[in-house]
């Protein structure tokens, strides 16, 4: 451990050029960090293992806690009426259309739940950044997708509770979901009415003191004691952290926290993939490759069906509904997040999963606006 601060140096720094370099081919950073992780398993002894997994730890805590600020309870509400039918056909498809097929092949019940909840959730980061970079954000269809990643997003917190809680009780019972539900429910009334009659009436504060150096101690805080509080009942800290950002969201400050707390996020987020990465053992070989083929596939059909008739319920044209489901195949930081509570094989085969599906998936989305053309020209032609 005394070369802690070289070797944290030379990490951060073949962090940055191997960012730099897939932002210039246009890959997504986030599997340039897994892939160096994966290259670099074994090099690590355990005391360094564990600082990397508690910065890592840090890194995804801050990002459901950004997460979180981006939805106070007026926008929760919102998002919800709009879109809440091509989100539970989100969730049926992917996460129970996987969650099925894994059962068919043999899995236990937990190992199938953690596989439908790596093949739910498109990748919100690769996803906008994409948007971002082919100019697709403003389009009708961006609003769906956009709309739709949100209800991922909202679902995805719970998941990981669920899935967190179930893998700490060690089997699935009745008894077990019900107290975890319990737990869910207790904990998210607590955070909202702590938020509608506690945090809202901090907005002047918070506006009053932005620039001082001490409002990101706070806000960090508030997010660690939450993720803190889930975590010793037995769910996930990233449930926590993404409520302690919706009630932090009620100040109406959200833009000015997040851009206080964004640098700390992108230096310790990079960490959680290498993390995961450093921790799948290929010698262990790749179980069930059939259902990893089968899986993958399922992966943008189930994606193509929400898309499109998601889109369609959603009021899009039919070339709008094409363009979205051909967009939105790409799995990555949710799936990642899921992925590290399976056993070390189970980890290999969904580190391949979410490999191929974001590779795919990326091609598809730039492929996107010539597969709607061509459709639509053969449908006019018909």
Known sequence: ??????????????????????????????????????????????????????????GIVLLFFLLGLHFPLSRLVNISRRIWQAGVLDVVLCFGGSFFLAVLFGFDLLSALIIGGVAYASSSSITVKMMEETNRMTTPEGEFKLALLIFEDLVAPVMVSFLVGLSLQGEITAQAVAIIFAKVVLMTVASIIIAYFGFRKLDLFLKRYMTKDFIPLFAISIALIFAGIAYYLDLSKLLGAFLAGVMLSETGTSKELEHLISPIKDITLPFFFFWFGT????????????????????????????????????????????????????????????????????????????????????????????????????????
């Open 1 to 58: 451990m005394d070369h802690l601060f070289l070797a944290g140096g030379i990490i951060l720094l073949i962090f940055f050029i191997f960012n730099y370099i897939a932002q210039r081919f246009n890959f997504p950073p986030l599997l340039a960090y897994l892939f160096l992780g994966v290259a670099l398993a074994g090099l690590f002894t355990e005391p360094e293992q564990n600082v990397i997994e508690q910065i890592a730890n840090m």
């Open 279 to 382: 921790s799948i053992a290929f010698g262990t070989g790749i179980i069930a490759p059939a259902l990893l083929m089968i899986l993958i596939a399922w992966a943008f059909v189930g994606k193509i069906i929400v898309g499109f008739w998601g889109g369609r319920i959603y009021g899009l044209t039919f070339g709008g509904s094409l363009r979205a489901a051909f967009s939105l195949g790409q799995r990555g930081e949710f799936s990642v997040v899921i992925a590290a509570l399976a056993d070390t094989a189970l980890r290999v085969f969904l580190g391949i999963y979410i490999v191929a599906t974001a590779i795919v998936g990326v091609y598809l989305f730039r492929r996107a606006p010539a597969i709607s053309a061509k459709f639509t020209r053969l449908m006019k032609k018909t």
